[in-house]
């Protein structure tokens, strides 16, 4: 589902460069579900950025469901990335001015599909992260977990082959990221595909795999 080939990141900062992948290797297959680990600055965003399709400025290969990756243009990237990934970030990122339905709809907006079946489809993934009651409330009144539920539903809704989450658990207390990785696996027994980074080791211990970047490399636990 994923391959990388020899990705290699340099941040160019001034007159100096930093290097902060450096010929990292990863393998996806379908249904797996991979923790990756590493120290604060090991590069652990930088390589979720470049799987997410944010990043297209590195060298190396990225291969993603057959298509191999290379200069397309914004436009498509948008597309691909509409099509194939469902991002999480620590923060959310919920729009409070919108009802939780509305936020959850938003990916699929762009999409040439009736407003009736998108609104079907953003009611079933809030049923399944469990919080259906919650459909016309402000995400401004829910809790972090809660919240961060929702955002798994907007993730989830366009039915991506791939979960990308970076910290996803970040700002929540343990019971409430138990809570969370309980419905990963959930999500994961039920076909999709996760790959998640974390600080903590408990917590990727619930993962089916786990690797950690160091040196600018992956390597097995
Ligand atoms: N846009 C940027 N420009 C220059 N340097 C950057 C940029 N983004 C990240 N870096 C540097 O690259 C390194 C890796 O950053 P990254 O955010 O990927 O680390 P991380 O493993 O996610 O850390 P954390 O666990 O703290 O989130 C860090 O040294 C950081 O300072
Ligand atoms: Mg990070």
Known sequence: MIELKNITK????????????NQLNLSIKKQDMLAIIGESGSGKSTLLNILGLLDQNYLGHYQLNGQILKQQSDQELSQLRNQHIGFIFQSFNLLERMSVLDNIVLPLTYRRQSNKQNYAAATKALEQVGLADKAHVSPSTLSGGQKQRIAIARAIVTQPSILLADEPTGALDPKVAAGIMQLFKQLNEAGLTIIMITHDHELAKHCKQTQILRDGSLHNL
């Open 10 to 21: 340099h941040y160019q900062i001034g007159p100096s460069s930093l290097t902060v992948l």
